[in-house]
């Protein structure tokens, strides 16, 4: 049984900070790129932030700076560390393991940044 929970989502004002934690089990975790998408309401979902088999990070233009990804594979965890959050950054974020064409999603973990 595959699994990705989600953890640290929760309610921040602008300019706050928030970091996400996700804890896989059912895969050998090494193997897998590992990834944060959100998901915005009446959006599509869009990457966030990925890191590699072999630890090289990418970050979606909008949250470039503001997002450090890492991987932790002895743990089997990937955690997104964000700050200076903006309104636009509200979204449910989804983890994500992928291998080839192979992947698999945690249940998302809400994120709301108010004014």
């Known amino acids: 049984q595959v699994r990705l929970v989600e953890s640290g989502g929760g309610l921040v004002h602008p300019g706050g900070s928030l970091t996400l934690s996700c804890a896989a089990s059912?895969?050998?975790?090494?193997?897998?790129?590992m990834g944060w998408y959100r998901q915005a309401p009446g959006k599509q979902r869009e990457l966030v932030a990925d890191i590699s088999r072999a630890g090289v990070s990418n970050y979606a233009d909008s949250v470039k700076g503001r997002v450090t990804i890492s991987r932790d594979n002895p743990e089997n965890t990937v955690t997104l560390q964000m700050n200076s959050l903006k309104p636009e950054d509200t979204a449910v974020y989804y983890c994500n393991a992928a291998l080839g064409s192979v992947n698999f999603w945690g249940q998302g973990t809400q994120v709301t940044v108010y004014s």
């Open positions: 059912g895969i050998i975790f090494s193997y897998y790129g």
